[in-house]
């Protein structure tokens, strides 16, 4: 059969009618046209059409198996069927099948035994001839042909020429062999035999389909079937390479319908055979990626975990430094990447629509706002249309002015990168009034706060989007999604959040280290408490790899009150780590010698956004704790150059001072590579591959 279907893309699956089939007849000839009536259309060629010679079989009243075939042109809507072979085909009522075999039977209740092989062929833009399988039952010689298939379309992008694709259901569901097919209601549904059954269709492309920008599509013509685990997807390149894909979202292929995927990116070049000057591979299951994102205007850091499973942790969103004054006494911003006329959500939306594994289905599993600042969550300026920063009601409807008090917020951090991508859930350190910082009671904290809660509100009501509040000292709150059986090795633990402090055993808690939230709120002129103690941190570990990350804690102002110190009952609860976030960009107050004498890491990654990060004495404190200590910043001021050579730091150690920074840690956990790639677009070419290096 011939289709002709047209489609939307979407985040995760389109589903659309396959119209079916109708006829007229006379002597030894069937005529045969395919329904249409009833069915909504995206336009009017939404057609399922005949092929000229398509071979059929009519099953008589005698259930003798006859062949007939179109004698029609290429696309016809109907036409008649003539006889080709033998079998009697005599009285009704009759019941035909497509495609003709041979060896199909029909039994004395009406049963018919047909074979779905398992091997498919490529047809651009449709599945191939015998494929969908179509059934018609009639008392006369019109028959009115059904669909009995459903089609699940791939698409796909990419630099090389696809030659196969095998197709499994995640739980072994079977997809071809012996159907056992009867009609309800005027319906055709089918069961699988158990004998001779196959777990997977080969879909063969000879000549192979060269991938491109553009996605092309596959089409699998599949028998009704439920993939409660999702499916998986494996391709073999004209190269002999292979890669597989997977999602683990349940997906039902109904009859008469299209399920159209979203467009994803395969790479057929390992995750570890990154060469520079070209884009960086993508992740693959058993990788751990942690993606530096740098737009320039704070943090962003993208993880995809072994099992696909996701989470962003902060979403930049400081004014761009080319069009904003910092002030007297502030030091300015650094250059946006790759330009001012790029938001940073947009940077950080192109960049995980880029390496998002098929497995986040079109979503974000986990955001973590570290803390409530605007280079982390999204900045308020009352002059936000000056940033391209657009406003919306709570509806999500675009405005000309934002309301804050009707539930309003603005398309920045956050809610730029959410109205783009669905988020499954935030993880923050809850309401702020709960130990209030300084910033809570300023105008501008409480418009950027409630810009934030706006856009959760909404998110929520469009997305199902859950906010709840870190647990600290667990384990079982941030955890693997899709196969966290096969990644036992695997786990995140809360070290502290608004204050609240891991106590080193279990799930124990330490609350009172930072006074309680009537203390601070009756204290807050006189405490000027920053809301940078307040992050979120956590401990990541997979295998022998591990990674801290504290938002921007610090240890300023504990020669006054000593719990402004953050970092030092943190450090009593850590070890040695592979890698580190640096606190707070590597500023001055942070990073102090009693948390990084624990920490001890051999990576250090500074997100840079500011001419005073990093601080020189902070880097001493870096160099100090570990001497041989690779250390990467986003980007680095020729300014700050300059105050740091003038301070006794020496530059030319840091390992790469610009670009995106990736940690990507091979199965299992035992080593890990750096890779720095170019921000200057949005190509992700690599730039230098440092690598691999053992975990200790």
Known sequence: MKNNFLFFATLYVLSACLPEAASPGDGDSFTASLEEGGKTYLDSSLKVRWNAGDKVSVFDAGRSNAGYEFAGADGDLSGKLNRTGGGAAGNGPYKAVYPYRSTTTMASDGTISLGVQAKQTYVAGSFCPGAGIMVAASDTRDLQFRNLCGALVLRLKGQEAVSSITLRGNDGETLAGTAQISISDGLPVATFASAGASDNIVLNCNPAVQLGEDAAEFWFALVPVTFAHGFTVTLTASSGRTVSVSTSKALEIQRNTVSHMAARAVDFVSPDEAAVGSPLPLWRPGWLDIHGINGG????????????????IDAAGAPPEELYDYGEGNSPGVPSKP?????????????????????????????????????????????????????????????????????????????????????????????WANRPSADYYTSGGKNRYNCYVNFLDYSARSYGTVREKIQVGHTDQIVLLHKPSDYSNFSIRNIASGGDIWTGSGTGVNTSYVPSAAECDANHEAWDINENIFSNVIHLSYGKFDWFTGGDIQYTGRSTDAWKDIELPISKVMK?????????????????????????????????????????????????????????TTNLTQNNIATMTSNGVDVSKFVATGGHVVIRVCPGGASYYVFV?????SNYRVAAVYGPFACK
């Not at 500074?606 to 990093?614: H, I, L, N, S, T």
Request: aromatic letters at 10%; hydrophobic letters at 40%; one cysteine or more.
């Open 576 to 632: 040695k780590v592979e890698a580190m976030k640096a606190c707070h960009h590597a500023t001055k107050n942070t990073n102090s010698s009693d948390l990084l004498g624990v920490l001890k890491p051999d990576v250090f990654i500074a997100g840079v956004w500011r001419d005073v990060q990093p601080n020189p004495a902070t880097m001493k404190r870096v160099f100090s704790a570990n001497p041989s200590v690779k250390v990467f």
């Open 339 to 431: 330009s001012a006329n790029v938001t940073s959500g947009q940077v950080i939306v192109d960049y995980i629509h880029h390496f998002a594994p098929v497995e986040a289905g079109g979503r974000l599993d986990y955001f973590m706002a570290s803390h409530y600042h605007g280079d982390h969550i999204g900045a308020w300026r009352s002059e936000y249309a000056t940033y391209g920063w657009t406003p919306f009601d709570k509806n999500g409807n675009q405005v000309s002015k934002v309301n804050l008090s009707t539930g309003g917020f603005i398309l920045n951090g956050i809610a730029a990168v959410g109205m783009s991508i669905p988020i499954g859930k935030v993880l923050d350190r809850g309401d």
């Open 677 to 681: 790639l170019d921000d200057s677009d």
């Open 297 to 312: 205007r704070g943090e962003a850091f993208y993880y995809i975990m072994p099992d696909g499973t996701t989470m962003l």
